[in-house]
């Protein structure tokens, strides 16, 4: 009887992961370019192009961004849609360059469920602002 409820348990918790594994989708991000050089504390418009490749509809919310080193990252304006199966949809977001000058790795990445689904690395050269264009 334990091993008969045993596999009942097993199976429904296979079933749970398969469904909510397809609730999001499927879906691509490829980045932008990143620039060579920016100024410290400027901030760069980012595209990001999101392709639907699954079978599902895939919502915006469910995306989050990563940037490592010391850049930061964020949405720029309201990128909230609903992605449908082969649809694509560009996103733009906000990058900035930190507060100190010299040669800074940039790694910026995208999830889905703490999936991996586009990356882009890039060192760029963070200048000084001279004090009169501040």
Not at 7 to 19: P, R, S, Y
Not at 48 to 69: C, E, F, I, K
Not at 98 to 112: A, D, I, M
Request: hydrophobic share 40%; proline share 4%.
């Amino acid at each position: 009887m334990k091993l008969n409820i045993l596999k009942v348990l097993v199976a429904l918790f296979l079933i749970a992961g398969a469904v909510y594994s397809q609730n999001t989708g499927k879906v691509k991000a490829v980045v932008g370019d990143l620039p060579a050089q920016m100024n410290e504390g400027e901030s760069i418009r980012v595209a990001v192009t999101l392709t639907n490749t699954g079978t599902n509809t895939w919502p915006s919310d469910a995306l989050t961004t990563r940037v490592t080193g010391a850049f930061s990252i964020r949405r720029d304006g309201n990128n909230e849609f609903m992605l449908e199966p082969g649809q694509s949809q560009v996103m733009y977001y906000l990058l900035t360059a930190p507060n100190k000058t010299g040669k800074r790795n940039c790694h910026v990445n995208f999830y889905t469920s703490n999936k991996k689904i586009g990356s882009k690395h890039k060192v760029i050269a963070v200048n000084g602002i001279s004090p009169g264009l501040k």
